[in-house]
């Protein structure tokens, strides 16, 4: 298995450790906090990793997306369990990612190959991924302040799915 792989793997392998530490060390919420941090930084490290060393698989194409998703699933729900007010925001990220999958599966059967991500969905990660840190860090944040950052989230989430159309309907055209 290649290292980047091995990174992806290790990324899924911190989903239930991330929620061990989240639901069972309250005290220790920057436990939870560094944890995901790994999680988003080796997500960066194998895809440079993959790209510099021509270690790109199929099983990376399915493995790197997968440990994506299941991450952000498993945090936004953590999330939405010690902050319900979220759970409107989590449903449009849910509803993006569904729409997202869909139209991978249409390219897929149609035999066109799914290309790799582009800026404005790895700015959406970023973004994503820091908001949930500091919503980890800070939970005492007042419900206006979850809504702003949570707004900030899905606007750049929303965002990067509208500039993926072109891409997708462009794949698509290529018939």
């Not at 989903?15 to 997500?43: C, E, Q």
């Not at 895809?47 to 194409?61: E, F, S």
């Not at 897929?108 to 959406?124: D, H, Y």
């Not at 302040?145 to 290529?174: D, H, N, Q, R």
Request: proline share 5%; charged share 15%; hydrophobic share 55%.
């Amino acid at each position: 298995m290649s290292i980047p792989n091995m990174l992806s793997v290790f990324r899924i392998v911190l989903i239930p450790v991330f929620l061990t530490a989240y639901f069972m060390f309250p005290d220790y919420i920057w436990l939870s906090a560094i944890i995901l941090l790994i999680s988003g930084l080796t997500d960066v490290v194998d895809g440079i990793i993959a790209r510099k060393c021509n270690m790109i698989t199929q099983l990376g194409k399915i493995l790197d997306p997968l440990a994506d998703k299941l991450t952000q699933a498993s945090v936004g729900i953590a999330l939405c369990i010690r902050h319900p007010e979220l759970i409107p925001f989590v449903i449009i990220f849910v509803v993006k990612e569904i729409l997202m999958l869909v139209g991978g599966c249409v390219l897929v059967k149609s035999g066109k190959t799914i290309r790799s991500s582009k800026w404005f969905g790895k700015a959406a990660t970023v973004v994503l991924y820091t908001i949930m840190i500091i919503i980890i860090l800070f939970p005492s944040l007042p419900s206006g302040m979850l809504y702003i950052l949570s707004g900030i989230a899905v606007g750049f989430v929303v965002f990067a799915f509208i500039m993926y159309v072109p891409e997708f309907l462009k794949i698509k055209k290529s018939e």
